[in-house]
C-alpha cells in the first residue's frame, strides 16, 4: 500500500486490537507454521487463524488470505507472514501480520471502507471503532443483591 500520514496511526489501532490473536498464533511452533506454508495447506492456516480469531472477535472478522512467506535461514530466528482479511463492520483490511520469536507485527496493504468519508480522520476513527465492537467484551461480573 502506498503509505500516507494515517497509515502508520491506522496501523497502530490495527496492531492493538489483533495483538491477542498475534499471541495466540506464536503458541504455535514455527516449523509448523513454515510446513503448512510451504505444502500450501491454506485450509489447515485457515482453521488455526480462525481458531485463533474466535476467542476474541466475533466470526468473520478475522480470516486467513490467499497466503503468506517464511524467512528461515541456517543460524538464523524464523519469521512467518501471513496474509489476513479483517473485516469487522463496513471495513475490509487486507495486512499482512509477521510473527517471529519475540514479537508481532502488522503492516497494512489494502483498506477500503464501505462508506468512506471525506475526511480520513473520520475514517480513522470509524475504523478503530468498528473493531472495538467486533472485539468480545468480557464484562465484569455483577455482585448479586443480598
Known sequence: MKKCPYSAQREKILAEAISPVATELRLLD???????L?????????DLVASAA?????PGTVNFGLGGNYTLEWGGKPEV???LEI???GV????????AE????????????QNASSDPDANTAFLQRSLHEARY??????ALAG
Not at 514479537?103 to 471502507?113: D, Q
Not at 467484551?137 to 455483577?142: D, R, S, T
Open 81 to 83: 507472514v501471513l496474509d
Open 87 to 89: 473485516k469487522p463492520r
Open 137 to 142: 467484551i468480557v464484562a465484569k461480573p455483577q
Open 54 to 58: 474466535e476467542l476474541f472477535f466475533h
Open 30 to 36: 514455527a516449523s509448523d507454521l513454515i510446513s503448512l
Open 102 to 113: 519475540d514479537h508481532a507485527g502488522i503492516e497494512i496493504n489494502h483498506i477500503s471502507f
Open 38 to 46: 510451504r505444502f500450501e495447506y491454506y485450509g489447515n492456516l485457515a
Open 92 to 99: 475490509t483490511v487486507y495486512a499482512q501480520l509477521t510473527l
